[in-house]
Structures are given as structure tokens and as C-alpha cells.
């Protein structure tokens, strides 16, 4: 994946997250692009209005279709002649897992649309969105914020954005488990000391202790990520 077009009525949460840290590097490198646009561009009415009463009745707002599908349309292409993956960011979506993050990395370019109010009009999903992907099990006001998690997670697979590409390989969930502490000079601080395996010099030693404490942390912490999961199912 190297380009990112996100669709927001919030681009400028975006300005300081593409220049932050390693993500912000590789952009101003030119290994990635990250445009947020201004999804009231589209608009056609006085208000700029991006949203409408929900038919049926009930309470809050809901996204108007027309303003999201054509700026799908030409930050992504249209259906049939699509130039991208397009993600709307969304409660009601399939949850997204480190598994979904390499997935998506593989694709050369993706456009994330940002739900807000209460919802975004189905015909709009319909037409123009490819698949609806969630952070989690709780609500956010918006999707800005989630569409920064899976750029986020989704840059480190981009070639190049990581100083270290290794560090990909030991990290959580990488290896269907968490990993284990971490320890940094001092070798003593406030009383505790780094465990004396690491300062062993023994790198074999060292291999084996760090396996076994990834192994409780997981077993402690996370112990469904070492329960045997079904045939195809997606984590
Ligand atoms: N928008 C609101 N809540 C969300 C969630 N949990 N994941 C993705 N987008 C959202």
C-alpha cells in the first residue's frame, strides 16, 4: 500500500498525525501518501449539509449518500473502474485484527470514509463502499480516530516505514500471542533490577527465557489467543 485517501468532515485531526513519527517519515520520505479530504467538498446545498433526519423517525442524524458516494467516486473511481479498496470506518463492522492489517497492506491504495452521527445512509454503503471495518466493541463519536488506528497499523507492513521490519516479527499478536516485558538501562531502578538472564550475554538462554514469558504474559493476560480457533476464522 502506498497512497491513503481518507474522506472526513474533519481533515484537519489528520494534519498532525501524517507528520508524526515513523508514519511521518516515510511521508515526507514519498514511501506513502496520506490526503484527507474535506468530505463537505461534495456538497452542493448553501449549508454544506452532510447530513439529514433518519426516515422513520428516531434520534440523531444520518449521513446523506450523495456527498460520500461522490467523493468515493473520484478519490477512489467508480464501481467496476475502482483504483482503490474503499473501508468505511463503522461499529457495525468486521472487527479489525493484525491479520486485517497485513490483508489490507497488500493493496496498492485504499480510501477510508469516516462515519459520524448515527450513521451513514445504506445506499451509499451499498454503492460505493467495499467493506465496513470496527476497532473494537464501543462507540466513537466519528471514524477519524479509527481510520488513524488502521493506517497506523497498516503503514508498518508498508516497506520502508519501519527503521526495523524484524520488529514486526516479535511483536504482539504477530505470533498469535502477546510478548513478553521489556527491559532498558539502568539495570537497576528504584530498587529492581533487570532479570540476569538478559545481561547473560547468552543469546540462546535469552531466546528461550523471552518465549517462556511471552508464553504466561499471553496465558495470563489474553488466554483466548491461545485457544485453538476454527478453520478460517479471522483474528
Ligand atoms: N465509528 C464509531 N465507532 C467505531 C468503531 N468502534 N470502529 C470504527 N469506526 C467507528
Avoid at 35 to 48: C, F, K, M, S
Avoid at 64 to 83: F, L, S, T
Avoid at 111 to 136: K, M, W
Avoid at 222 to 227: G, I, N, S, Y
Wanted: with cysteine.
Amino acid at each position: 500500500m502506498n497512497r491513503v485517501d481518507v474522506i472526513t468532515i474533519f481533515p484537519e485531526l489528520f494534519a498532525p498525525f501524517r507528520e508524526a513519527g515513523v508514519l511521518g517519515q516515510a511521508i515526507g520520505r514519498g514511501e506513502l501518501s496520506l490526503e484527507a479530504h474535506d468530505l463537505r467538498r461534495w456538497t452542493h446545498d448553501r449549508h454544506r449539509s452532510v447530513d439529514d433526519m433518519p426516515y422513520g423517525g428516531g434520534p440523531g442524524m444520518v449521513m446523506k449518500p450523495e456527498p460520500i458516494v461522490e467523493a468515493i467516486e473520484e478519490v477512489a473511481g467508480k464501481k467496476g473502474e475502482r483504483v482503490a479498496r474503499v473501508l468505511l470506518m463503522s461499529p457495525q463492522g468486521e472487527k479489525f485484527t493484525q491479520a486485517k492489517a497485513i490483508e489490507l497492506a497488500g493493496e496498492k491504495q485504499l480510501a477510508i470514509v469516516c462515519g459520524r452521527y448515527e450513521g451513514v445512509d445504506r445506499r451509499a454503503i451499498e454503492l460505493a463502499i467495499d467493506e465496513e471495518i470496527s476497532i473494537g466493541d464501543y462507540v466513537l463519536s466519528g471514524g477519524e480516530v479509527a481510520a488513524m488506528v488502521v493506517i497506523e497499523a497498516i503503514s508498518r507492513f508498508v516497506p520502508g516505514v519501519l527503521g526495523n521490519p524484524a520488529s514486526t516479527e516479535t511483536e504482539s499478536f504477530q505470533q498469535d500471542g502477546l510478548e513478553g516485558p521489556q527491559y532498558t538501562r539502568p539495570a537497576e531502578f528504584r530498587g529492581l533490577a533487570v532479570p540476569e538472564v538478559l545481561r547473560s550475554g547468552d543469546h540462546a538462554k535469552i531466546a528461550r527465557w523471552r518465549a517462556e514469558q511471552a508464553l504466561a504474559c499471553t496465558k495470563t493476560r489474553r488466554p483466548d489467543l491461545l485457544r485453538p480457533h476454527p478453520e478460517g476464522e479471522k483474528r
